[in-house]
C-alpha cells in the first residue's frame, strides 16, 4: 500500500512514535508479520528498530519487542559512554603524578575570591582551622553591625578554644561606641588592640599558612594567599606596624601643653601641613571627609585662623603637629639617607 501525492507527510518528532505507527504495530504483533508496504506511511517503526524483515519472504516484516529494540538503539550509546569512561581513567591516571608538583607552584597559591559569601566562607574556614595566632589589621573607624556581630562571634571561638587574636585598628576607632560595646563582650587573656594613626588596606592572617587581602576598593573581591614567601612577608609588615602602634589600654600622645588640641586633631594637623586635601586626610585616618571638617575647623578655631593658608603657617609656627618652631630650619631629607 504506496503513498500517493494526496497523503500527508509523516512528520513528528525524532525518536518519536505516532498514533498510526502505534496502531500498525499492534496489529504487527497480533498477525505476527505484516505487508511491507504497510509500513511505508510509518517510518518511525523503522527508525526505532521496532520492525525487522521476515526471513522467509521478503515482502513481508516481523515486529520486534521493544526491549529488544531499546537495547538495539542503545548500543552505540553504551559503547560511547564505556568509551569516555576509559579515557577518562587514562587521562586520570596521567596527570595524577603532576599534582605534587603543581602544588608547589607559587602560581597556583594565591586564589581569586569573588563576592561576599565566597570571601566569607574562607575566613570562617580559616579562623576555624587556625591554632597558632591570628593577626588582623583594619583600616578605618566604623564597622556595620552585622559585620561587627560576625566579627564577635569568630573572635569569641577562637579565644575560647585558646588561640590568641591581635588587631590592629585606627585611633579614632577608639572613640566608636559600637566598638567599645564589641569589645566589652569579648573574654579577656588571649586578646590585644593596638591602633596608628595611619595604616594599609584590611590584612587577615590566619597562623604562618594563609592570608586575605582585598582586590579591588569595593572589597567584594579577595586575594587568598597561602605561597608561603608571600605570607611570610605579611607577617613581618605587620610586625612592623604593630611594633609601632600603640596599646589600646595607654592614652594616645598629647599635644604640646597649653594647647586644647585632640590626638586625631594632631594627625590631621600633620596631613594638613604636608599639603594633603579634605579627602585625602580623611582617607589616611579612616575619618569621613564631614568629621575631617569638622577637625579642621576646630583647629582654625583654637588658632585664631581665618583661612586655610593662614592656619598652615600657624600650625608650623605653633610646632603643634611636631614640626619645626619658627625661627629654626628641619634638616631636609635626602633620597640617600631617612629622615
Known sequence: MGRDEDTPAHAHEDRALCDTAVGVYTEALSAGRIPRAAIEVVPCLTELALVHPDPQDEAWVRPVPPSAALAHLLQPVVREIHERLSLSAALAD???????VASTDPNLAITVLEGLPLIDAAVQNATESATEEIRTLQPGSTRPPDQLQRALSRARLT??????????????VR????????LKQMPPGLLQIRTLEQTVDRLLVFDHTVAFIPANAARDVALEIRHPALVRYLIQMYEVLWAQAIPLTEPLPAAPAGTSVTAVQLSVARLLIEGHTDQVVAGKLGISVRTCRAHVSKLMHTLNATSRTQLGALLVRSGIAGTAPHGTTAEPVTPDRPG
Not at 579565644?159 to 579614632?172: C, F, N, S, V
Not at 572613640?175 to 564589641?182: H, V
Open 175 to 182: 572613640y566608636n561606641q559600637a566598638f567599645k560595646a564589641y
Open 159 to 172: 579565644l575560647e578554644r585558646g588561640t590568641p587574636l591581635r588587631h590592629i585598628y585606627q585611633h579614632p
Open 94 to 100: 596521567s596527570l595524577a603524578p603532576l599534582t605534587t
